[in-house]
């Protein structure tokens, strides 16, 4: 059964740091390439961030350049999210999930056909 389980999610505040992890079961995470999403309340689902399977290719949203970086350990296959100088804004449930295309895309209709596998999220505060 392929199963992601995210980690690292809790309360920071503003300007402070946190990483949160994606770790894989049951599948092998380098044969995927992995999306970073993230819903606020009362919002959409939207685009983090992604790398590619092997070519280490990524892609950031615009409101996150510059802070985040997405990378991955395929030895423990395993995906991270290292988010620095974070706002009150990134305040939302991070999502990572797999896929075959690295996009980070807006359009929840279209994350759903791109990436396959979800995993449950974890929450991110960011409050002072």
């Known amino acids: 059964q392929l199963q992601f389980v995210e980690s690292g999610g809790g309360l920071v505040q503003p300007g402070g740091s946190l990483r949160v992890s994606c770790a894989a079961s049951?599948?092998?995470?380098?044969?995927?390439?992995i999306g970073w999403f993230r819903q606020a309340p009362g919002k959409e689902r939207e685009g983090v961030s992604c790398?590619?399977?092997?070519?280490?290719?990524?892609d950031y949203a615009d409101s996150v350049k510059g802070r985040f970086t997405i990378s991955r350990d395929n030895a423990k296959n395993t995906v991270y999210l290292q988010m620095n100088s974070l706002k009150p804004e990134d305040t939302a449930v991070y999502y990572c999930?797999?896929?075959?295309?690295?996009?980070?895309?807006?359009?929840?209709?279209?994350?759903?056909?791109?990436?396959?596998?979800w995993g449950q999220g974890t929450q991110v505060t960011v409050s002072s």
């Open positions: 049951g599948f092998t995470l380098d044969n995927y390439v």
């Open positions: 999930a797999a896929g075959q295309v690295c996009t980070v895309v807006a359009n929840e209709a279209i994350q759903s056909i791109i990436y396959n596998y």
């Open positions: 790398i590619g399977s092997s070519d280490g290719y990524t």
